[in-house]
């Protein structure tokens, strides 16, 4: 089930247990008829409260605050005005005003959304009005910086499908065809004593063994060696991503990490083994003052160093700043493409693109790759999933793209805590950063470009960043398989993919058409790529949004059109090849199929 009724008032303004009936009496708490409460989601706190919308200027209405969400109702207006916002999605609580402001509204709360919004709220200025309010929000959106837990942990939610079963490392690994002749399977790192970021299943080169594989994670940053992503059943080329070795500024060499990447090149006889930086070069030089760089040319003789000019998360949390600021309240319409042009977020979504592109392209001809950025989580981590899905059509499936994103992504230890900060008061933090968005905005772009090629739709790429956000469930929580594990969250919490699967038919692309061996290579230009305005400027009433096109309406009418011509042949088959008027008569289902009858599907041609 994914709702519950409305719990009852069963909270005091702090959380701290209280009867319910003066809990009741002090907050003067209102029934909730038109939001259905999760299970575990318990109401916090109501207050009369003035939005300050800015699309429909101030709005009187009623704030509630729940352990969950931030759900607002206007009282004065004929048109509704309703917002929802999970806690977990604010990233910042401020005051705003004094007591002694002056003008209409002044006096209030002001609230920074992860999502691309801003609220602001209005009260009275009086006796401290919004001092309960503030200090509540602040508590519940940030959790973690109070010492209680984050919503995922009081979650009752309950699915029929356990969505922690999606992916299974070593079932994932045989659907590529291994272990093989070239590489095996290692559980040197099943109490993540070798990478402490690390899964604990990894597929490395046959001939390497486990000491060697100790002595090259002393030379790679934070122990993170090459390991296997992908297989290429044909060529028997691989994807196989690490971090930055640690050189230094004195050029240290590591004769067993120059071998191991050798093993790699010589696994399917790959005469040059290509390695891919991610960051610009003048980065990678930099990362020597601080015990890091990249491969020479001189240690490792057998390979090709390049580099992909992609920034660093500094540089896109500011890209994504800017492009808020010209897209939300106002699209600015007599300078948008020079506005647009100047947060460079389509020309970071392009090198990301650029680079997957380079990588597929290279395997696709036979070569073996090696990916990294400074630690491997990040721009690696972008790299190595875009171009499995441009090689690979089971990552472009409902399921399969829930396999890439728990493979590379939660396995391999994207930093999601840090990136995002769940829970966190500490807005201001310099590991925060839009990675992960960057990487479901390239998948949307190809998307685009290949609207029969996904089986899933726009719907789970937005339902998945909204999530990233809200805390809701335990998918996206903590930043690395060891620390999930010591949390229990697979135990504790739920499991996106147990949404998804409750209602899959919601994220099908009706369009999909399956084709196996086909590699996409997208267009990475800048007059290909599109701003995904149904993600980034949704909160704009004036941007008018379709849920379903025309087009795609009536596909699917067509669609379920087929299935009842199809369910009709069958039961006409199925009368005519029965035995006797008498065997009908007895039946209980006529018209169900004996094991031994053969139904021939026609294809209709819609």
């Known amino acids: 089930m994914a709702s519950a009724p409305i ?15 003066a809990s009741r009496e002090s907050l003067k708490m209102e029934p909730l008829a038109d ?5 575990g989601e318990e109401r916090v706190i109501d207050k009369d409260i003035i939005y300050i919308c800015p699309f429909n200027a101030a709005v009187k209405g009623k704030v509630f605050i729940t352990n969950y969400r931030l759900y607002f109702k206007n009282t004065d207006s004929e048109s509704p005005v309703t917002l929802d916002v999970p806690l977990g999605v604010i990233s910042r609580v401020e005051k705003m005003g004094g007591a002694s402001s002056r003008g209409e509204n002044s006096y209030g709360l002001e609230i920074t959304c992860k999502d691309m919004r801003n609220l602001r709220f209005a009260l009275k200025q009086e006796g401290h009005s919004r001092r309960d309010i503030f200090e509540i929000i602040f508590k519940y959106a940030f959790p973690l910086s109070h010492g209680m837990q984050l919503f995922a942990f009081l979650s009752q939610e309950k699915y029929e499908e356990n969505g922690w079963n999606v992916y299974e490392a070593m079932e ?20 993540y004593e070798l990478c402490d970021t690390y899964p604990t299943i990894l597929v490395v080169p046959f001939k390497a063994t486990e000491e060697d594989l100790k002595r090259v994670a002393t030379f790679r940053s934070r122990c993170r060696i090459p390991v296997l992503s992908w297989f290429h059943k044909e060529n028997h080329a691989v994807i196989t991503r690490c971090s930055q070795p640690l050189v230094g500024m004195s050029g240290k060499r590591n004769k067993d990490d120059e071998r191991y990447l050798d093993l790699i090149r010589e696994a399917n006889g790959t005469t040059k083994l290509t390695i891919y930086d991610a960051r610009p070069n003048v980065n990678a030089v930099a990362n020597k003052a601080t015990g890091g760089g990249y491969e020479g040319d001189d240690a490792y003789q057998n ?21 808020k600021d010209i897209v939300y309240p106002n699209v600015e319409e007599s300078h948008w493409l020079s506005s647009l042009e100047s947060t460079h ?8 693109l650029s680079g997957a592109i380079q990588v597929a392209d290279k395997v696709s001809s036979g070569s073996s790759v090696v990916v990294h950025c400074s630690d491997g989580w990040d721009r690696t981590a972008q790299l190595t999933s875009l171009s499995m899905l441009m090689l690979d059509s089971y990552y472009r499936t409902l399921r399969g ?26 807005h201001a933090d310099q590991d925060r950063s839009p990675i992960f968005v960057q990487f479901i905005d390239c998948v949307w772009q190809m998307t685009k470009q290949f609207p029969t090629a996904f089986e899933f739709n726009e719907r789970l790429l937005v339902v998945i960043l909204d999530h990233l956000y809200s805390c809701r469930f335990g998918t996206f929580l903590y ?10 969250v697979r135990v504790k919490t739920v499991s996106l993919w147990s949404f998804v699967s409750s209602d899959a038919s919601f994220y099908v692309n009706p369009f999909y058409t399956p084709e196996s061996s086909r590699v996409l290579y997208p267009v990475a230009s800048m007059r290909h790529l599109e701003l995904w305005v149904t993600y980034y400027i949704r909160w704009n009433p004036r941007i008018q949004q379709q849920q379903q096109s025309p087009v795609e309406q009536r596909y699917k009418e067509l669609l379920v059109l087929r299935d009842q011509y199809l369910k009709k042949l069958e039961e006409l088959q199925l009368s005519d090849s029965a035995p006797s008027s008498t065997h009908l008569t007895n039946s209980s289902t006529p018209n169900a199929a004996t094991p031994n009858q053969h139904i021939t599907h026609l294809q209709t041609p819609f």
């Open 35 to 39: 939001v259905a409460m999760l299970p």
């Open 479 to 488: 930043n690395c398989e060891s620390a999930r594990e010591s949390n229990n």
């Open 345 to 352: 977020w389509l020309e970071h979504i392009k090198l990301v």
């Open 303 to 323: 390979a090709e160093l390049v580099f992909l000019d992609i920034h660093n998360i500094h540089v896109m949390r500011e890209s994504l700043k800017k492009l």
């Open 7 to 21: 719990a009852p008032y069963n909270s005091s303004p702090l959380g701290n247990s209280s009867s319910p009936n």
């Open 172 to 191: 994932e690994y045989r659907r590529q065809g291994l272990p093989n002749s070239e590489w095996r399977v290692t559980f040197i790192n099943k109490n």
């Open 401 to 426: 793209f829930q396999v890439l994103l728990e493979k590379e992504w939660i396995g391999f230890g994207h930093k999601f805590a840090s990136r995002i900060g769940h829970g966190d008061k500490n």
